[in-house]
């Protein structure tokens, strides 16, 4: 099993900001990376998939960059419907999910 | 218009079984792979089982013989029969599609309560 370990656990942060999170994978999943934005209440939406292509009316503040093991989440400037849980996911084995980045607002 | 609505969740006790449902419209289930993913309270999403396009299935560890998952294409829907259920099963339990490609859809999840 493919395990994907996210940093940081928490990112605290004020509107504006520039949010970098970080997907680990135990293993090279190529470029079959995708990242989640989970909020209370809803289905989880997808942002990025592929690693670095942006799903279908994501905004451009958001991007993915990485390929192999190593991935990042770039948010450019932290808008307030920002604040939310991110998480990455991998299909290149089986398909798993990484702990969890939670953006809060500082 | 896609839709994917789940059902059948609820409260049962520990050792008992319960059997999710989801309902698909606007797409065919058997031409996407078909996800159940859960999350518990307070914890992260983990993916549960998947059903694949030809329709061969895969389980996470933790409800490896355990959890099946099936499909009936002639309803389009796909189902997650759950027996003997520990309390650490409790959860929303999403039915998607394509998780993790730009075709993805999810539902908005049924609550499964495993207590006395």
């Known amino acids: 099993e493919i395990v994907l370990t996210q940093s940081p656990a928490t990112l605290s942060l004020s509107p504006g900001e520039r949010a970098t999170l970080s997907c680990r994978a135990s293993?090279?999943?190529?470029?079959?990376l995708a990242w989640y934005q989970h909020k209370p209440g809803q289905a989880p939406r997808l942002l990025i998939y592929?690693?670095?292509n942006r799903a279908t009316g994501i905004p451009a503040r958001f991007s993915g960059s990485g390929s192999g093991t190593d991935f990042t989440l770039t948010i450019s400037s932290l808008e307030p419907e920002d604040f939310a849980v991110y998480y990455c996911?991998?299909?290149?084995?089986?398909?798993?999910f990484g702990g969890g980045t939670k953006v809060e607002i500082k | 218009e896609v839709q994917v609505v789940e059902s059948g969740g609820g409260l049962v006790q520990p050792g008992g079984s319960l059997r999710l449902s989801c309902a698909a419209s606007?797409?065919?289930?058997?031409?996407?792979?078909m996800s159940w993913v859960r999350q518990a309270p307070g914890k992260g999403l983990e993916w549960v089982s998947v059903?694949?396009?030809?329709?061969?299935?895969s389980y996470a560890d933790s409800v490896k013989g355990r959890f099946t998952i099936s499909r009936d294409n002639s309803k389009n829907t796909v189902s997650l029969q759950m027996n003997s259920l520990r309390a650490e099963d409790t959860a929303v339990y999403y039915c998607?599609?394509?998780?993790?490609?730009?075709?993805?859809?999810w539902g908005q999840g049924t609550l499964v309560t495993v207590s006395s």
């Open positions: 592929d690693a670095s």
């Open positions: 606007g797409f065919t289930v058997n031409s996407y792979y």
């Open positions: 996911h991998q299909r290149s084995n089986w398909l798993t």
């Open positions: 293993q090279s999943v190529s470029s079959y």
């Open positions: 998607a599609r394509d998780v993790g490609k730009p075709s993805d859809y």
């Open positions: 059903i694949w396009t030809g329709g061969s299935t």
